[in-house]
């Protein structure tokens, strides 16, 4: 188990107490079934089992921006793994193996967050304490929110499991899937109760405050899901991100180089983050991205921008946050789209700054306010609020250093929607935010077959073939054998 910046609270909170053994937090696989979950400490750790997840599942550390941004418009697979192609060309198929390690991981950390829920309520040390009772179980249902609003994004209709399974019969294994709709309700629902729960703040150390789930993350992640799920509630939507802005946490947009500088983490902007030390609590992802000039290797790497991408930051003039997020390079590979010669400048993914050999210390947002701002425009957008919509776009466009918008760029209901969603997508490359978007938006289809990217090797245009069936990840085939009660998606 990885013990991060997250049990700085608990530490805290023993010498608050002044009860040395509650120090002692043994890892849960070293307790029994018959003393585990009796102590304060114990149901802590299982807290910060769950929160672990972040780091441990491939999904959060970086295979989000492979889903995200390289199977959408924003990015190239590069690299040289025939898995990452296939995402990229929207080729997906069940036998996929990062499926089957995603699919199984997420519900992992779901299983770990059910754990907490289950066993919190019988925990009669004296030390914990019913306020910070509340907190873990707020805290335990914004992860389970947050992993299953991961997988319905995902797969759709996925099983809804809201406890810990023990029995092997195939009754209690062998799930159906639950229909999308109820699976958002249960995300909401929950995020709600979560939101009631949990404090704006742990205290003054922002390492703590951005580290848990705290009522502004509730919050923000529910106005993120009413927005997503098949029937918007914009009026939720614009409720949920009223409470993020009247929290006591403060959230406030900052300096979008502050951002991505590699120096400004847990920051003002900052909801909720995973927290990296390096060394051996570090992240692996920014040396998969990162250029030779920063990562210190020579190999060809992941996710590189594309010329569309490219494209849209120059047509808007987008000069501040294109210089945050992509870092141009000569490299002695061969890129199919960028030159297809050795010597040829490709552009590199550039949010995280510092590779520290497959152990950064570079932490990953979950959620940062300036996303918040621009659902915010989306909301009151669809709601016929145009004008205030406009207000809250150009609070972003001043932070970038960009003009307001014109009367063009914001003429009717339909235009500025467009406008917006470009506005995302320059503001949150590389944050796994892209397809999602597209998706929210009807978009996929259009945007994906109108996209004209030519492969150099041999002249030809790029086929991508998107049909609405590909919006969702196939259903992975190792768990369609294992559980008879599942049924595929579309392909």
Avoid at 73 to 86: K, V
Avoid at 268 to 286: M, R, T
Avoid at 363 to 388: F, M, S
Wanted: hydrophobic fraction near 40%.
């Amino acid at each position: 188990m990885k013990i991060n910046k997250i049990l700085l609270f608990f530490f805290v909170m023993s010498m608050m107490s002044s009860c040395d053994d509650y120090l002692d937090l043994q890892p849960i696989s070293e307790e029994t079934s018959g003393n585990a979950y009796e102590t304060a400490s114990q149901i802590e750790a299982a807290l910060v089992g769950a929160y672990e997840s972040f780091q441990s599942s491939e999904y959060y550390v970086w295979d989000n921006v492979l889903f995200q941004d390289v199977r959408s418009d924003n990015c190239y697979a590069g690299g040289d793994n025939p898995e990452i192609f296939q995402i990229d060309f929207i080729d997906i198929e069940p036998a996929h193996s990062r499926l089957f390690t995603h699919w199984s991981n997420i519900y992992n950390a779901i299983f770990k967050a059910n754990l907490v829920l289950e066993r919190v309520d019988g925990i009669t040390d004296d030390r914990l304490t019913e306020e910070r009772r509340s907190q873990i179980k707020g805290e335990a249902y914004f992860l389970r929110s947050y992993h299953y609003f991961t997988l319905v994004k995902l797969w759709g209709d996925v099983p809804l499991i809201l406890n810990t399974i023990t029995s092997t019969d195939s009754e209690s294994v062998n799930i159906p899937r639950t229909d999308i709709a109820m699976v958002y309700e249960q995300i909401t629902s929950d995020l709600e109760l979560a939101a009631t729960l949990l404090p704006d703040t742990y205290g003054n150390d922002a390492s703590i405050n951005k580290a848990r789930a705290t009522a502004g993350a509730a919050h923000a992640l529910a106005a993120k899901a009413y927005a997503q799920q098949p029937s918007p509630n914009y009026q939720l939507v614009l409720d949920h991100i009223d409470a993020v802005e009247r929290s006591d946490a403060d959230y406030r947009l900052i300096e979008y180089s502050e951002l991505f500088d590699g120096n400004n983490y847990n920051n003002a902007e900052s909801i909720i983050e995973v927290q990296y030390l390096g060394g051996n609590e570090g992240n692996f992802g920014p040396q998969l991205l990162l250029p030779p000039s920063v990562s210190g290797d020579t190999w060809r790497k992941f996710a590189t921008p594309s010329i569309d991408l490219i494209n849209a930051f120059d047509s808007e003039g987008d000069v501040v946050r294109k210089n945050a997020s992509i870092l141009f390079e000569s490299v002695q590979w061969v890129d199919e789209f960028w030159g297809n010669s050795q010597g040829t400048a490709v552009p590199f993914s550039y949010k995280w700054k510092n590779a520290g050999g497959f152990a950064s210390a570079d932490n990953t947002y979950l959620i940062r306010y300036g996303d918040i701002v621009l659902l915010k425009a989306e909301a009151l957008n669809e709601l016929d609020q145009l004008q205030n919509a406009v207000i809250e776009v150009n609070r972003i466009r001043d932070r970038a250093q960009l003009p307001d918008l014109t009367i063009a760029q914001r003429s009717s209901k339909e235009v500025l929607r467009t406008t917006i969603l470009k506005e995302r997508r320059l503001e949150l490359f590389q944050e796994g935010q892209r397809w999602d978007d597209l998706a929210r938006y009807n978009v996929l289809v259009s945007t994906m077959n109108s996209l004209i990217e030519i492969d150099l090797r041999n002249g030809n245009p790029v086929n991508y073939n998107m049909t609405d069936a590909k919006r969702l990840l196939p259903i992975p085939q190792q768990e369609l054998d294992r559980n008879p009660a599942l049924i595929q998606n579309p392909l």
